[in-house]
T-cell receptor, first 113, second 115 residues
Framework: NAGVTQTPKFRVLKTGQSMTLLCAQD?????MYWYRQDPGMGLRLIHY???????AKGEVPDGYNVSRLKKQNFLLGLESAAPSQTSVYFC????????????FGPGTRLTVT | AQSVTQLDSQVPVFEEAPVELRCNYS??????LFWYVQYPNQGLQLLLK??????LVESINGFEAEFNKSQTSFHLRKPSVHISDTAEYFC?????????????FGKGTKLTVNP
């Protein structure tokens, strides 16, 4: 049982490039989340999904898109990366009916130059 | 909308000293409360949670937090810290919006335990 995994762990992009971050969970959780963590800002919710085929905007969705084609995967896309998107990105998941505890992945450190 | 305030961004303490990390949240409606810990270069791990029942909750490594509804607080305490407790600690509270529950996080408190 690997829990929540994220790919890649590190990435450097040039401004304007695109990329996709992959989050996978093997716990059969319905809910999945993407956060970004910046120094002194805590975690801010980018997008989330309450089930396969559904997504919704969080607190800071601009510049990002997401897809949940399979229950176990949640993809975060950057179509045209900007330096302001330099951050550490965390994925999390939780079951629909439970204690609301979210299980986090190890993070992806993204630098946009 | 919910908001979470962690009153101290950094807390330095000496080993074996007591520590309190403060957390206040904005809404008085029913909430679930969490403390997460993040060790350097790692993801977040759940430390403890309050869902209902006893207002004092404990973790397996000696931390405890007390839910105080009247003061809308959920402060984290440990009577004697270790070097290994050095980490960043995040308080979080549930927010129900659009029929789904999300977590709202505070900005974090960096605890540094010095020898």
């Amino acid at each position: 049982n690997a829990g929540v995994t994220q790919t890649p762990k590190f990435r450097v992009l040039k401004t304007g490039q695109s990329m996709t971050l992959l989050c996978a969970q093997d716990m059969n959780h319905e809910y999945m989340y993407w956060y970004r963590q910046d120094p002194g800002m805590g975690l801010r919710l980018i997008h989330y999904s309450v089930g396969e085929g559904t997504t919704a905007k969080g607190e800071v969705p601009d510049g990002y898109n997401v897809s949940r084609l399979k229950k176990q995967n949640f993809l975060l896309g950057l179509e045209s990366a900007a330096p302001s998107q330099t951050s550490v990105y965390f994925c999390a998941s939780r079951p629909r009916f439970a204690s609301y505890e979210q299980y986090f992945g190890p993070g992806t450190r993204l630098t946009v130059t | 909308a919910q908001s979470v305030t962690q009153l101290d961004s950094q807390v330095p303490v000496f080993e074996e000293a007591p520590v309190e990390l403060r957390c206040n949240y904005s809404s008085s409606v029913s909430v679930y409360l969490f403390w997460y810990v993040q060790y350097p270069n790692q993801g977040l791990q759940l430390l403890l949670k309050y869902l209902s029942g006893s207002t004092l909750v404990e973790s397996i490594n000696g931390f405890e937090a007390e839910f105080n509804k009247s003061q809308t607080s959920f402060h984290l305490r440990k009577p004697s810290v270790h070097i290994s407790d050095t980490a960043e600690y995040f308080c979080a509270v549930t927010q129900t919006q659009g029929g789904s529950e999300k977590l709202v996080f505070g900005k974090g408190t960096k605890l540094t335990v010095n020898p």
